[in-house]
């Protein structure tokens, strides 16, 4: 076990209290007196060392404290003007040459949104007025970040699909996106219509969805879906 402490300030107490003993009789404890009053100049300059250091925390604390504070007050102040030099630019007919003589960087140029992702997970339920309603999820769809679809629709002995109308994009409860087709025609009812439809956010398109056959009236009601070869019920 050390005699010695391990932390600078503990060593130097020690000493504090050891000095005067030792210098009492240095030759019983087999020191010398030189030996004793060479420790105890050590110890005083180490204890005004740290008292020293102590001080120079305490000093840099505070002035880091000010530092945070001037450089906050300096930081709004020049945000503003960058603001106002921003703001200048923009009304004159070359920008450009304001940013220049400012030495600031223009604004980058937007990034444009992502399109929606591939619609998928198709549901349909049959309405009591013979309206269908399709519903379907797509990653970065959300209505709140400008998302919306177009719908397609093929009817039986129809050769290509045709654009039934549009759907906003899914909503942050369900994070589904619906349409309503109410414009279902009778001849529909046994051979059913299929569906695609696409994502668009801005003049950003989305990939088309596979096609989607809805069939009516099977098992004696509502309808049934067909996605991707594979037959649901509604």
Same mark, same amino acid.
């Given at each position: &076990?050390?005699? !010695?402490? *391990? ?31 060479? !420790? ?22 505070? #002035?880091?404290?000010? %530092? ?5 007050? &300096? ?15 923009? %009304? ?11 030495q ?16 998928? *997970?198709? #549901? ?5 007025? +013979? ?5 379907? +999820? ?6 709140? %970040?400008? #998302? ?13 699909? /045709?654009g039934?109308?549009?759907?906003? =994009?899914?909503? #942050?409860?369900?994070r ?5 087709? /109410?414009?279902?025609p ?19 398109? =989305?990939?088309?969805? *596979?096609?989607?056959?809805v069939?009516?009236?099977?098992? @004696? ?6 996605? @991707? @070869?594979?037959? &649901?019920?509604?």
């Amino acid at each position: &076990m050390s005699v !010695l402490p *391990d932390t600078v300030i503990g060593q130097i107490q020690f000493c504090e209290v050891h000095n005067p003993v030792w210098a009492g009789t240095p030759a019983a404890i087999g020191l010398t007196a030189f030996q004793v009053t060479a !420790l105890t100049a050590a110890t005083v300059t180490a204890r005004k060392s740290f008292n020293d250091a102590q001080s120079a925390r305490a000093l840099s604390k505070a #002035a880091t404290t000010r %530092l945070g504070t001037d450089a906050r007050v &300096m930081r709004l102040q020049v945000s503003d003007l960058i603001r106002q030099i921003k703001a200048f630019a923009e %009304l004159q007919a070359t920008p450009g040459t304001v940013y220049a003589a400012a030495q600031v960087p223009p604004p980058a140029a937007p990034t444009p949104a992502a399109a929606p992702g591939k619609p998928t *997970d198709f #549901a349909v339920s049959l309405e009591s007025d +013979g309206s269908v309603t399709l519903t379907w +999820g797509a990653s970065d769809s959300a209505a709140s %970040l400008g #998302a919306f679809f177009t719908i397609s629709r093929k009817l039986p002995g129809q050769a290509m699909f /045709s654009g039934i109308g549009g759907a906003p =994009g899914s909503t #942050a409860e369900s994070r589904r996106a619906t349409f309503t087709d /109410s414009t279902v025609p009778a001849t529909a009812a046994s051979a059913g219509a299929q569906y695609i439809v696409q994502g668009f956010k801005g003049s950003r398109a =989305g990939k088309v969805s *596979d096609a989607v056959v809805v069939q009516f009236g099977v098992d @004696g009601g509502g309808a049934s879906i067909v996605e @991707g @070869g594979l037959k &649901m019920a509604a």
